[in-house]
């Protein structure tokens, strides 16, 4: 997992750099779809569940991963974005129930918000309610197989 001061040397650099350079088995950068709010929760709760699978890490949502220049990269989310209940509808929908803690990072005199959804590691295997599971391997989330409560 990254620390916030971390995160955000990472993204001082991302001027001249793309944050799909800086993606690692513990971090992942996601832009937020101001279009769909449902889908960006669900896009939370896979996220989780690889991560947790993988390990533990930071995704850091609001950040677009693949262009430079902070000022295209630095997509933001939404202030009305609620972080208990993000808590609430990703526990609800993983099993066992994970909670990840948030962390808020705030650009150009607090007008553009970052939310960094960290994993602790915790012990394997984690799914979503719905029973898939995928598991970070490097800059990848990949499916993660679980045959007769051995996993491979």
Not at 101 to 111: A, G, Q, W
Request: a negative charge; proline letters at 5%; charged letters at 30%.
């Amino acid at each position: 997992m990254k620390s916030k001061s971390e995160i955000m040397e990472i993204i001082r650099q991302l001027e001249d750099h793309i944050a799909d350079d800086f993606e690692a088995q513990d971090l992942d950068f996601k832009q937020w779809n101001d279009r769909c709010r449902e889908e960006n929760v669900k896009k939370m709760i896979r996220y989780a569940v690889c991560m947790a699978n993988g390990g533990g890490g930071s995704v850091v949502f609001g950040v677009a991963d693949r262009i430079q220049g902070l000022a295209n990269v630095l997509k933001g989310v939404p202030f009305d974005v609620d972080i208990p209940e993000l808590k609430q509808r990703i526990a609800e929908n993983t099993a066992p129930t994970l909670i990840p803690s948030f962390e808020e990072i705030f650009y150009n005199d607090y007008s553009i918000r970052l939310l960094v959804m960290n994993i602790f590691p915790e012990t394997p295997p984690y799914t979503t309610t719905d029973g898939s599971a995928t598991i970070r391997k490097g800059k990848e989330c990949l499916p993660y197989k679980i045959i007769k409560g051995n996993k491979y």
